[in-house]
């Protein structure tokens, strides 16, 4: 059974780098079939498609947010990673990891969520 | 890229069926078929219970159905039990490799 875990630092300032890894079990990264990528949920609900990380490191971001964001794989961990750079309180979130299949085009595996909260 | 256009809440009875809408533009529901459907109960995560608009995974109660026409796509829960409160999210394709999602819907079994 695939599953997947966010981890990172709960708190983090304003204007500073937020980071997130996201460890794969039961399953590899490495796979051809899969995208890999991050959703958060604010504290108002909405749910927003942040990006995803292919297996050959090409990504695909939020236009809203790309100016900030960096995603990458650690293939010899099974995790992928999360950087969204000078956060506001704007970015405090549940942030969630999540797997797409490739040709089915949903979001069929997520991470239970880390909470982010950005603050001084 | 905006955000999908969903109720804020819809209410039945238990037995009932109730219907939710998503409303999207030329730039995403219109133009793909890849709109899915996921349920989130509080404190945990989003489930997928549609796909392609209309295709339920595996496991996913028949009392589930989706549709799309046009620019909106609709979710249907038929014989509303309990366990079926819950906030619901549409998520279209949006080309370019990109998603959007709907603002959500939080369902209320009376």
């Known amino acids: 059974q695939l599953q997947l875990q966010e981890s990172g630092p709960g708190l983090v300032k304003p204007s500073e780098t937020l980071s997130l890894t996201c460890t794969v079990s039961?399953?590899?990264?490495?796979?051809?079939?899969?995208?890999w990528g991050w959703i958060r949920q604010r504290l108002g609900k909405r749910l927003e498609w942040i990006g995803y990380?292919?297996?050959?490191?090409?990504?695909y971001y939020n236009p809203s947010l790309k100016s900030r964001l960096t995603m990458s794989l650690d293939t010899s961990k099974n995790q992928f990673s999360l950087r969204v750079r000078s956060v506001t309180a704007a970015d405090t979130a549940v942030y969630y990891c999540a797997r797409s299949d490739l040709y089915e085009y949903y979001f069929d595996y997520w991470g239970q969520g880390a909470l982010v909260t950005v603050s001084s | 890229q905006s955000a999908l256009t969903q109720p804020a809440s819809v209410s039945g009875s238990p037995g009932q069926s109730i219907t939710i809408s998503c409303t999207g533009t030329s730039s995403d529901i219109q133009t793909y078929n890849h709109v899915s459907w996921y349920q989130q109960h509080p404190g945990k995560a989003p489930k997928v219970i549609i796909y392609d608009a209309r295709k339920r995974p595996s496991g996913i109660s028949n009392r589930f159905s989706g549709s799309k026409s046009g620019n909106t796509a609709s979710l249907t829960i038929s014989r509303l039990q309990a366990e079926d409160e819950a906030d619901y999210y549409c998520c279209s394709y949006a080309g370019s490799g990109t998603w959007v999602f709907g603002g959500g819907t939080k369902v209320t079994v009376l």
């Open positions: 039961g399953g590899s990264i490495s796979s051809s079939s899969y995208y």
């Open positions: 990380i292919y297996y050959s490191g090409s990504t």
